[in-house]
């Protein structure tokens, strides 16, 4: 694990001046002895030269423990230097252990890290991260944390170019405050106001929510390149059922989509709002669990107790991060259980609202390089089987919540992104508002467009005021949700001005950027972050 400069600084820094010191002592007692013994350093003359020679010694002591410090606290992100800074600022120390704790997340899927305290870094440094993780907190009414108002001051108070960067942002706060995550938001837009592309949006985290921090490690996961990291805290999974499952794409240039539907045991537990994600607990294929189980000579049938629950030793397996067969050969199940890491969590935007009595998700198939499924995707559209337990836990994700009022909502999304989109269609009708715009994009007309029935059953009946769909495939020359928003750009303007509110769901890469630059020069730089701001503009990406 990396260390942040600061901490290494004040023990240089205190080491240095003793070395100073001490040569400074040194000299004192030399020139105590000499004066003593030789006559010539009485002369004027003599002192003079002595004296210089002294001031010279401390000035090139002192010089040289400035460069130290200096190559101390290089920037990461140089050409010299490719680990990723996790630039954090904490009033508590909770921001600075959330720091810590991605430093070794990342750190086990292989990518190096270095950690800086805000406080401690200029503008220079800064422009010289070309990917950057920044985990700040909020203290009082959306002040900076008190190590980091400096940082505000110098440097985002001013203009300070950043195209070459690309950052994510967690910020901490409590919901109960007016200005909830206040110095995370001033902090995302000034990096936006200077080009900086994200990674992903910003994450608010309130009150330490559990959720949320597990949606912060799913974005470490991807930007690692290793979805399998595990999770800091495991979710404890309530018990659902698969109830339905149908492929909704047959044919389709792109990957199987998969409609499916979950109950729970528990019918309290249908509780939750139009833009909320399901957490799902995967499971391996059973084939690969039986490979292992062979190759370990081991009986998967045996019934192991762990944590007040039991199950076999090959449902243990099948939910946690596989072993070598050389690491249980020979061990007893009872220890094989008790060392395994469980699987993380795989989220899905939910698709339905709690009075479709199911869990609603559209998933589609990914498959590894050795064409494999996913293992979410695995799991729940082909190794489950109808009527199985899945581990759902839901998550709260109010900042894709649809509007409180009548306001216009224009909605743009691609792909499997029209599950969130079609939750908050649901839930706009539900509350009789019917100013809704619907722009989807996809492939192909005659196989992609999921839920399509229904969508225009909705423009029928006039609950969806403008239905533009977009298929990239249906023609020569490849067209995009984008490209669409662009042709519509007189009745963005219009519907924005009317007070609308603009949520996108899909794609991070491709739709959602190509989304936001259009809306960047339809409505202008100041106007989108402004609806950003007041949360007029809002995005579930992935």
């Known amino acids: 694990m990396s260390r942040h400069p ?15 010191l001490g040569l400074l002592l040194a000299m004192a007692a030399a020139l105590w002895l000499w ?8 002369d004027a003359p003599a002192r003079w030269w002595l004296a210089a020679a002294t001031v010279g010694v401390y000035l090139l002591c002192c010089a040289a423990l400035a460069v130290s410090r200096r190559r101390a606290l290089r920037p990461a992100g140089n050409a010299a230097d490719d680990a990723l800074p996790i630039v954090f600022a904490s009033q508590t120390g909770f921001a600075a252990q959330l720091a810590v704790q991605t430093a070794d997340t990342l750190r086990i899927a292989g990518v190096q890290t270095r950690l800086h305290a805000l406080g401690d870094l ?42 070459d960067l690309r950052y994510g942002v967690l910020a901490l706060g409590d919901r109960e405050y007016a200005q909830f995550c206040g110095f995370g938001h001033r902090l995302d837009a000034w990096l936006r106001h200077q080009r900086a592309l994200p990674l992903f949006d910003l994450v608010e985290v309130d009150n330490g929510d559990d959720g949320a921090l597990r949606h912060w490690q799913h974005h470490l996961g991807h930007l690692s390149g290793n979805t399998d990291l595990p999770d ?29 539907a979950l109950t729970p045991d528990d019918p309290a537990d249908l509780c939750w709002q139009a833009g909320d994600i399901a957490e799902i607990g995967p499971r391996h294929a059973p084939a690969t669990v039986e490979r292992l189980l062979d190759a370990a000579g081991l009986d998967g049938t045996r019934v192991v107790a762990r944590d007040g629950s039991s199950d076999t030793l090959a449902t243990w397996l099948s939910r946690s991060q596989l072993p070598a067969p050389a690491d249980i050969t020979d061990q007893p199940p009872h220890a094989i259980v ?11 935007s939910i698709a339905s609202l709690p009075a479709d009595g199911a869990l609603h998700l559209l998933i589609r198939q990914l498959r590894r390089p050795d064409g494999t499924l996913g293992l979410g995707a695995g799991w729940l559209t082909e190794y489950a089987d109808l009527g199985a337990r899945i581990g759902v836990r ?17 909605l743009i999304g691609n792909g499997t992104g029209i599950a969130g989109l079609r ?15 619907l722009l989807f994009g996809e492939r192909q007309r005659a196989r992609d467009l999921f839920y399509g029935d229904e969508l225009q059953q909705w423009e029928r009946e006039r609950w969806i005021e403008h239905l533009d ?43 959602a950027g190509g989304v936001d630059a259009a809306l960047r020069d339809i409505l202008g730089v100041s106007t989108l972050e402004t609806l950003t701001d007041s949360g007029r503009y809002r995005r579930d990406v992935y």
């Open 6 to 20: 600061s901490a290494q600084g004040p023990s240089r820094e205190w080491l240095g001046n003793a070395v100073v």
């Open 35 to 42: 004066q003593s013994t030789s006559p010539q350093f009485t």
């Open 122 to 163: 200029d503008a220079l440094q800064l422009q010289g991260f070309r990917r950057a993780l920044f985990i700040v907190s909020t203290t009082g009414e959306g002040d900076a944390p008190d190590s980091a108002a400096g940082f505000e001051r110098r440097v985002l108070s001013r203009a300070l170019p950043l195209p």
């Open 232 to 260: 800091w805290q495991t979710p404890q999974y309530r018990p659902w059922r698969l109830q339905e499952r149908r492929e909704l794409n047959p044919g389709s240039v792109g990957g199987a989509v998969f409609h499916v």
């Open 338 to 348: 008790a060392a395994l890491v469980p699987l993380p969590h795989r989220e899905y």
């Open 394 to 410: 839901l998550r709260s994700n109010p900042g894709f919540h649809p509007p409180p009022d009548a306001r216009p909502l224009l």
């Open 423 to 437: 939750a908050l269609l649901k839930a706009r009708i539900a509350a009789g508002h019917r100013r809704n715009w």
């Open 469 to 511: 769909l977009v298929f990239s495939r249906d023609q020569p020359q490849r067209i995009y949700v984008q490209q669409r928003l662009r042709e519509h750009a007189d009745r963005v303007r219009t519907w924005v001005a009317q007070g609308a509110a603009i949520h996108v769901c899909g794609s991070l890469d491709g739709m």
